[in-house]
């Protein structure tokens, strides 16, 4: 009724002014923007009625005019004004009816409220307007119904949608005290001019396909191409009451291989203005409010948002004021966005200095993301994640930076709002064999719905106490029910309720435990990396992470940056025991032992290397088989990107060895004092770069290098062992952040090979021996073994007293014409101690460490006969150890006389300061340098006497029978005696080309050397 009412006097004005006007035009040929006088004057729109007579008869002023009931016409660009009389009677009825007449006369109409006085308001009550008030309708457009009264000060503003709009005020009752007050101006625009609703022309807004019969539903489609804009009715102005809007967001041009998501935010707050009125006092506020579900009730106006495209879908954020919108963004293609008004308000407006636009716009954006990426719920009511691991296969050959897909990578909160109470869970389902790793870089939950500062100078409207209830249940917030707002849960395991899940953490509105140092890696910074306890490890291969947020992420933002990794524990082989005499493997179980022939690899657990937080490490691979020789093919080795190391061969020992370009020497203090004192062994001088060292191993506890790598070229590379063992131990005393599995890691395979015992062959007994070596072989037991070290062992506390024949190559740039090397190695630390080029009169005499008192394990050398051309070499070793401090040693004083000699020492080497076993004496080979242990007394019955000496605490009757045999062993020695000096003879003239061979004594037996040549 109201709406007919309205139309037709809108009707009749329109009527009465067209009338009006064609009298005025022939009589007196007034213009558009003025009124024609009774006396025939033309008189302007803005001076009619103004109380002020301007016509001659005074036809302008009352009684003869009325504002109301006419239609009002101007030119574009100029602003009139009129006033509605101060004291009229009620019931007092007015229509204002103002048309754009389009081109010079504009094409929207601007109505600017100076003064508002128009019944009283009543927020609480049903009937809102109960004495009067003000309603605006448009021609074309549907009537709502909605009404303006009570009282305002200051300039509100209204832009028609379209050429007309008329104003109604009607007043029922004046109550005593209470006065009508209205007055506005109205201007004619253009609508090129309207930049701010349309945008400009050569960039238009796109606002959106109205619906018919509606007044502001609209539709926007493919906002990707345009800028889209969700404007609330009659933008800049202020909008109509009891409206309701509805917005339809539709993306239906999905690109290949991408999710659509769409997202609708506005951070200005001068576009932001629902039903609230902003005060100089909110200039200087510190924060920006946000108002939102339980504070949206009564009859304010609101904004609904709902995750889908009808309002059965959830609701993501109910609105209703504040000084900005946080971003909303749909989970799917489609969003809706439902507006409400309430039926009845004052006319809101900014105060000065506050720019005086109304209403709200809002910024719709597309999210693009991955089909198949993990930033988006795949269900609607569901937000599950599920994060499944590739092989570790995958990973080794990939060259992306960030590693194969699956095995690693960064999760971040869903990128989409999400709805109140909602739980959201990933898992990670890692192989068998995996571990699950992950840290948070950071983690940050917050409110926005605050209590609002009384300096805020927000005025609240409507009373606190309506019976309205918001759409959405309230969220309850921490405190009232002392739930929790955000709750982030950690299994290890497949989550609550799950069989054999773990709790690792629960934090309620806190954050957890944080690597935030990772954040700030990027192409040109490594920060430390992160380690437990920065982050959690899986016990197993599956992990579950849990946030529920009550109040959703609308107005309680949620995010985290969430790294995550799979970790492939698998180890090959079985544990190698500690025989205690290697260095310390780092970690321990990174010590294996490899027995079925085939492929094999180094671990490739992350948490092991750099970029788990480890400092260095040491992992042992140890090759080993029952019986014949091992054939290794190294397939591949790495030792990070650019390796500052060269693999070459040593141009003393002609085996691959490491030459680091540049040590570094400057090492951190924390580095330096964090390495354990046992990991780099007996090593004096250990590589500062990785690198693989490769060892042959004959026996359990000793073994000596064969060759070591550190570039990234050498591979791929064959060896062949001679022995049932071969050891692949890779090393890196500082791992760089980056460092990983893919960066610093070999792969090769091994097989089985037929060989002669060789290591039984090469363990020469105690306590002593003379050993010739041919090349080539000659099928000889002894040389055949190649290149089969010689384990040479002294028995309990004794030492080691070794000659080799020929020249020393050990730090030396003597000249050698052969290419045949004698390597002899510390059999406990495989250091090498001595190169020796074979051949020629000097023997070289080295001595076991312990014998210089710099190691407590029993004496022990490793010599390798290291031969590649036709020659022969020679060496003899025998146990030696000291004598007492009060037993002196003492040389023999005459041919026919026994030393005076100790039961500590009866068989002294005067020219070593030391005893020998008395197997060795008088046995007819040269022992003891100088020759002492053959010399003077080394008769038949001398050797009868030595060895019936040697076995002191037996009884007579065993000393006879052994002397007994040892005539008959006399006569035997003295025959081989003869025939092995005839022998020597003959390989020392092939030594010696024609020279005779001497032996040098070590005449100063305090040499603190623990090799002397002469």
């Not at 200039?283 to 995750?307: H, M, P, Q, S």
């Not at 062992?721 to 500082?734: D, I, N, Q, Y």
């Not at 025998?878 to 500590?904: F, H, I, Y």
């Not at 020759?931 to 006879?960: M, S």
């Amino acid at each position: 009724m109201r709406r007919a009412r309205a139309l037709w006097a809108a009707a009749c004005s329109l009527a009465a002014l067209w009338l009006a006007r064609e009298a005025a035009g022939a009589g007196g040929g007034c213009g558009v923007a003025e009124l024609a006088c009774r006396s025939g004057q033309c008189v302007r729109l803005d001076a009619y009625c103004d109380g002020t007579p301007h016509c001659l008869d005074g036809s302008d002023e009352p009684p003869h005019c009325s504002v109301c009931n006419r239609t009002y016409y101007g030119r574009a660009g100029v602003a009139y004004a009129l006033a509605v009389p101060q004291a009229p009677r009620a019931p007092f009825l007015c229509h204002l009816t103002f048309t754009a007449g389009g081109g010079a006369h504009g094409d929207l109409i601007q109505l600017a409220f100076d003064e508002f006085r128009v019944g009283r308001y009543e927020p609480g009550a049903l009937d809102g307007c109960p004495d009067g008030y003000m309603q605006l309708s448009e021609l074309g457009r549907p009537f709502t119904g909605g009404s303006w009264c009570g009282e305002a000060n200051g300039t509100a503003l209204y832009y028609s949608e379209t050429a007309t709009v008329t104003v109604s005020v009607k007043l029922f009752r004046m109550r005593l005290g209470e006065t009508l007050g209205f007055k506005l101006r109205y201007k004619f625009i253009s609508q090129l001019d309207a930049v701010v609703r349309f945008g400009a022309m050569e960039a238009p807004l796109e606002r959106g396909a109205v619906s018919p019969g509606t007044y502001c539903t609209r539709t926007y489609e493919e906002c990707h191409r345009k800028s889209c804009r969700l404007q609330s009715p009659n933008y800049p102005g202020m909008y109509p009451r009891n409206v309701t809007c509805y917005w339809s967001l539709r993306q239906k041009d999905i690109p290949t291989c991408k999710h659509a998501m769409i997202s609708v935010r506005q951070e200005y707050s001068h576009k932001m203005q629902i039903k609230r009125s902003i005060s100089m006092a909110s200039l200087n506020k510190t924060g920006r409010a946000v108002r939102a579900w339980r504070e949206c009730t009564g009859e304010r106006d609101r904004l609904i948002f709902y995750d889908g495209a009808s309002t059965d879908d959830p609701v993501l954020v109910e609105y209703c004021g504040g000084d900005w919108l946080p971003r909303v963004t749909s989970r799917g293609p489609e969003m809706l966005v439902a507006f409400h008004s309430s039926p009845f308000s004052a006319p809101l407006r900014p105060a000065a200095p506050a720019a005086p636009l109304r209403g709200f716009e809002l910024d719709v954006d597309i999210v693009f993301a991955d089909s198949d990426s993990l930033d988006y719920a795949r269900e609607a009511r569901r937000c599950e994640f599920h994060v499944k691991a590739s092989s570790s296969e995958e990973e080794t050959n990939t060259t992306t930076p960030s590693g194969g897909r699956g095995r690693r990578g960064r999760l971040r909160a869903p990128s989409h709002t999400l709805p109140p109470n909602t739980t959201c869970t990933w898992t990670f389902h890692g192989r068998p064999g995996d571990l699950v790793w992950i840290y948070f870089s950071s983690f940050t939950q917050y409110s926005l719905v605050e209590p609002r500062r009384i300096e805020s100078g927000e005025r609240d409207e409507e009373s606190l106490t309506t019976r309205a209830t918001p759409r959405a249940p309230p969220p309850t917030e921490r405190g009232s029910e002392g739930a929790c707002a955000v709750e982030l849960m950690v299994w290890d395991g497949g989550g609550v309720g799950e069989t054999g899940a773990r709790l690792l953490g629960r934090y309620c509105d806190s954050a957890p435990a944080l690597c935030a140092r990772a954040a700030l890696a990027n192409a040109t910074r490594s920060p430390r990396p992160c380690a437990p306890p920065d982050g959690y490890v899986s016990a197993a291969a599956l992990m579950s992470l849990a946030a529920t947020t009550l109040p959703g992420t609308a107005t309680h933002p949620l995010a985290f940056s969430l790294h995550y990794e799979f970790v492939d524990a698998r180890l090959e082989g079985m544990p190698l025991s500690d025989d205690g005499r290697r260095a310390r493997p780092w970690p321990p179980e990174c010590s294996r032992t490899l027995t079925v022939p085939g492929s094999f690899s180094s671990p490739r657990n992350a948490l092991w290397f750099g970029r788990g937080g480890a400092r260095r490490l040491r992992c042992i691979y140890r090759l080993q088989t029952e019986s014949g020789r091992i054939a290794l093919e190294l397939t591949a080795a790495t030792f990070g990107r650019e390796p500052s190391c060269a693999t070459r061969p040593d141009p003393i020992t002609g085996q691959l060895a490491c030459f680091p370009e540049q040590e570094v020497r400057n090492e951190e203090p924390d580095f330096v004092d964090d390495i354990p004192a046992d990991f780099d062994g007996d090593d004096d001088a250990p590589l500062q770069v990785p690198y693989l060292r490769i060892y042959e191993s004959p026996w359990p506890g000793f073994r000596v290098p064969v060759a070591c790598i550190c570039d990234n070229t050498t591979t791929p590379l064959k060896l062949v062992g001679t022995g049932g063992a071969l050891e692949l131990e890779l090393v890196s005393r500082r791992l760089a952040a980056a460092d990983d599995h893919r960066r610093l890691q070999f792969r090769g395979e091994w097989k089985r090979a037929p060989s002669p015992p060789c290591a039984a062959r090469r363990r020469l007994p105690p306590p002593g021996q003379r050993v010739h070596l041919s090349y080539p072989y000659e099928n000889e037991r002894m040389s055949e073994c190649a290149e089969t070290p010689f384990l040479l062992a002294a028995r309990g506390n004794r030492s080691v007293f070794l000659r080799v024949w020929g020249e020393d190559l050990t730090g030396s740039d003597s000249p050698c014409g052969t290419t045949n090397r004698l390597l002899v190695y510390d059999a406990h630390t495989s250091r090498l101690m001595r190169a020796v080029c074979p051949g020629g009169e000097r023997s070289i005499q080295i001595f076991s460490e312990e014998w210089w008192g710099r190691g407590s394990r029993p004496g022990a050398l490793l010599v390798v006969w290291s031969a590649r051309e036709s020659q022969h070499a020679l060496f003899a070793w025998m146990e030696v150890w000291r004598a007492g401090p009060a037993l002196p040693l003492q040389p023999l004083a005459t041919a026919d006389k026994w030393p005076n000699a100790s039961a500590s020492c009866a068989f002294p080497c005067v020219s070593l300061g030391a005893c020998m076993a008395g197997a060795l004496w008088c046995d007819g080979e040269v022992d003891c340098p100088g020759g002492a242990d053959e010399a003077h007394g080394c008769g038949a019955g001398a050797r009868l006497l030595a060895a019936l000496a040697a076995p002191a605490a037996a009884g007579a009757a065993a000393a006879a029978a052994g002397a007994a045999a040892l005539l008959a062993l006399v006569c035997v020695a003295a025959l081989r005696r003869r025939r092995a000096r005839r022998a020597d003879k003959q390989l020392l003239g092939a030594l010696a080309a024609g020279r005779r061979l001497t032996e040098e004594l070590l005449y100063d037996a305090s040499r603190t050397s623990s090799m002397a040549s002469s």
